[in-house]
């Protein structure tokens, strides 16, 4: 989490610099951190917009639903291949999160975990470990926790990944 901390400042300065499409789908997100919020919701805005940055889906990584919708997230998370849940009160960032878990194969592997970045570092800290192939709906986003964050194999990033730890290292 030291790392995402560290880059988080110039992350959003890249991300707040794009246009079009992202920016659309960032705006919300980054009006939450014009508020007074804790580490964690900096931490999940962050990495939802870094997500977004990549051109990945944030829904197929990180799975959210209010505590009513908790029958259909249990029916809809037996079919999902990996991915973070989070069950919250309403559907707003703000409320904190009664649950998250991670699901691999529709199985409930882990659960009661601290935040959605923990869930994510988390996820992504088994793919890794595991030896496991990054799913294809969510691969840039581990690429960049793989090798920009955690510095891990980083001489071989693909492009994509290249030019945004090019940037970051520019922004510095």
Do not use: W
Not at 4 to 10: A, E, F, P, R, V
Not at 46 to 63: A, F, Q, T, W
Not at 147 to 171: C, V, Y
Request: glycine fraction near 6%.
């Amino acid at each position: 989490m030291a790392q995402l901390d560290k880059y988080s400042t110039q992350l959003l300065k890249i991300i707040k610099k794009k246009e079009g499409a992202t920016k659309a789908k960032t705006t919300t997100i980054l009006e939450f951190l014009d508020q007074d919020v804790d580490a964690d919701l900096r931490r999940e805005c962050v990495l939802k917009s870094l997500i977004i940055y990549l051109g990945e889906c944030v829904e197929d990584l990180i799975k959210e639903y209010t505590m009513s919708e908790k029958d259909q997230a249990e029916h809809e998370l037996e079919s999902t291949t990996m991915a973070v849940f989070v069950l919250r009160e309403n559907s707003s960032l703000l409320q904190e999160p009664k649950e998250i878990g991670i699901i691999i194969n529709g199985v409930e592997v882990q659960n009661v975990l601290p935040s959605v970045a923990a869930g994510v570092v988390m996820l992504f800290g088994l793919c890794y470990a595991l030896n496991m192939e990054y799913p294809q709906g969510f691969r840039f986003t581990f690429q960049a926790l793989q090798k920009i964050l955690m510095e891990l194999g980083s001489n071989k990033m693909s492009s994509k990944i290249r030019k945004l730890n090019g940037e970051l290292h520019t922004a510095q």
